[in-house]
């Protein structure tokens, strides 16, 4: 896909949608696509029309135009994934419960025994354990509200494991005084496999970017506060930097960030000062962290991303986002 900021997507949208209607013809669609990716072949554009124009009535409307720039609708079929003995609203479910406990914005942080024994120890009437369940009794009632029934099978079947008086023998028995995330999926699925254990332990350090960047994002976009530290900005970008190219792309901060498409296109838009090509390298991510954090804080920020940051940056030299 051709490297384009939003602004100029913008603009080239505009350029077709004469009538200022939201929307663009199949035809206009061809001629752009002939402009953004030479030698597309007729079967391939077809494939990209059916992949974006959803309710088939050949009007390619702008959320419809951006997905095809931004997020490669037709880049290939999902690979068939290995059966697991969890779901991911299981490990959710588990991962909310850990950052009510400790509030966690970088990996690594050690979770005490008997923190979480005296949060066991106090049952369902724990506010950390009434935070998670309230927030999932929200998530299944937004899903069409199934019955108690239909969903023990998934999420809630982790919050009846942490209820056990069992599971609170299991810790006090058999976890040491501090222990790692590892250890604790261990303790709530004593039996899992090690591939499934890994699962789990890469999905809830998925969840940890993702709460991150929406965090990010409601500071750029909505001049929320930023609770992050410095190693958390670098670790998040490096983790929704999937190919390692030392900038993330509004397809990246969709798919790996977890922001809706219309948040990264802001997002982008916002941040994308330097290259302009659609993409947000770190140093601009960094200003944000600089427009939210405190002057202590924004001041060491050139020594500390000095191997990342080329030596141009410099705290201020951008207008606050």
Not at 89 to 103: G, N, R
Not at 183 to 197: G, M
Not at 206 to 229: F, G, T, V
Request: glycine fraction near 4%; include cysteine.
């Amino acid at each position: 896909m051709a490297s384009m900021s939003v602004k100029a997507a913008k603009a080239l949208f505009r350029k077709y949608d004469l009538d200022h209607e939201g929307w663009i013809s199949r035809e206009d669609l061809e001629k752009i696509v002939e402009i953004v990716c030479p030698g597309t072949s007729k079967a391939e554009f077809n494939d990209i029309v059916k992949a974006i124009d959803k309710n088939r009535d050949n009007k390619i409307q702008y959320e419809e135009f951006v997905e095809f720039l931004f997020l490669d609708p037709v880049e290939g079929k999902k690979k068939v994934r290995p059966g697991r003995s969890i779901s991911k609203s299981q490990i959710e479910v588990l991962f909310d419960f850990w950052q009510e406990v400790l509030h966690e914005t970088s990996p690594g942080k050690l979770m005490e025994k008997q923190v979480l024994l005296n949060i066991l120890g106090l049952s369902r009437r724990s506010s950390e354990m009434l935070a998670v369940i309230a927030k999932h009794e929200e998530a299944e009632a937004e899903r069409g509200g199934r019955s108690r029934e239909e969903r023990g099978r998934e999420a809630y079947r982790v919050i009846d494991r942490l209820l056990e008086k069992e599971f609170a023998d299991d810790v006090e028995s058999d976890l040491p005084e501090t222990f790692t995330k590892q250890a604790f999926i261990r303790a709530v699925w004593p039996k899992i496999s090690d591939s499934d254990a890994g699962f789990a332990f890469a999905y809830m350090e998925r969840l940890l970017a993702q709460s991150n960047m929406a965090q990010i994002a409601e500071a750029a976009l909505r001049d929320k506060p930023l609770h992050l530290k410095v190693q958390d900005l670098d670790w998040t970008f490096d983790h929704i930097d999937g190919d390692k190219d030392e900038c993330l792309s509004v397809k990246e901060v969709v798919k790996a960030g977890g922001l809706s498409l219309q948040d990264a296109l802001d997002l982008s838009e916002a941040l994308d000062k330097v290259s302009k090509d659609g993409t947000i390298v770190l140093k601009e991510l960094m200003t944000v962290a600089c427009a939210h954090m405190n002057n202590d804080f924004s001041a060491t920020l050139r020594t500390v991303f000095a191997t990342r940051c080329d030596s141009s940056f410099s705290v201020g030299s951008k207008d606050k986002q």
